[in-house]
């Protein structure tokens, strides 16, 4: 009697059906080098302990892999999309960048091996830290509550709350409220936080923090920032992002360095 298949695991449905895909036979040769989307995501895992099929398609959607496809439709990663991959995962958890931010990052050369040296960087110049965030003009994206819930899978409640203690606005358009790309990105990291019981209101200390600092640089550059002169005023905007990916850095090790006590 015969036995009775296994029923496929659905999110392994496209690594069975890639690897056994009968219209791109004469793909074999290049797929030894290539990884489907499963064996991607497995790849990553230890690093990246959330990393999903289903993020991953979603970063695809994004504009921010491009991976090759099969005759039969079927995605084939090469090293370098996973590099890439690998490179705007990290951004997102450890620099908290939003994705139009990523994709700037990405096109201005980023590849999360070294961070590249303006030209006229002397030896005796400050250290050229590369911005990030971005206090350029966003792209002008904006999201309706059913969009963000739907794509951060936050709760309306926890949204509302974060509202109410003024962490995020949003704007209100024909009677319903927007949020832009950035807000997006606040709510889906405190949606993450919300899983370990953090609520709105403990994020007072990191609205109160970032108010503190960006008052701070407000301070050291506000002369120029004001200037009715172009360059000037751009030079200045270049300093406040240099000067914001600096805070950011020391933030980030003055906090591993007091969480290192915590473990000891």
């Known amino acids: 009697m015969a036995a009775h298949a296994t029923p496929t695991d659905p999110s392994q449905l496209e690594v069975d059906l890639a690897a056994t895909d009968p219209t ?82 990405l096109a201005a050369g980023r590849s999360g091996e070294s961070t590249p040296v303006p030209a006229g960087a002397g030896r005796d110049a400050g250290r050229t830290w590369r911005p990030s965030v971005s206090v350029r003009e966003a792209t002008g994206a904006l999201y309706s509550l059913e969009d963000v819930l739907e794509e951060t899978k936050a709760e309306e409640k926890l949204v509302r709350e974060l509202e109410e203690y003024g962490v995020v606005k949003g704007e209100l358009r024909g009677g319903v409220r927007y949020f832009d ?22 994020l007072r200390v990191f609205r109160s923090s970032a108010d503190r600092e960006a008052n701070l640089l407000q301070q050291i550059l506000a002369p120029a920032l004001r200037s009715r002169n172009p360059e000037r005023r751009k030079e200045a905007v270049d300093a406040l992002e240099n000067l914001a990916a600096v805070a950011t850095h020391l933030k980030h090790l003055l906090l591993i360095r007091d969480l290192r006590k915590i473990v000891r």
Not at 80 to 94: K, N, P
């Open 181 to 202: 790309e950035t807000e997006r990105e606040i709510i889906a990291a405190v949606a993450e936080l919300a899983r370990y019981g953090v609520g709105g209101r403990n």
């Open 24 to 105: 791109a036979p004469s793909e074999l040769a290049k797929r030894q080098k290539s990884l489907t989307i499963g064996a991607v995501c497995k790849a990553l895992t230890q690093e990246f302990p959330d990393i999903s099929i289903s993020k991953i398609r979603y970063l695809e959607d994004q504009k921010l892999l491009t991976p090759r496809r099969t005759p039969g439709g079927y995605r084939l990663y090469t090293q370098g999309d996973v590099a890439r991959l690998r490179t705007i995962l990290r951004m997102q958890r450890d620099e908290f960048l939003p994705l139009r931010v990523i994709r700037q990052e």
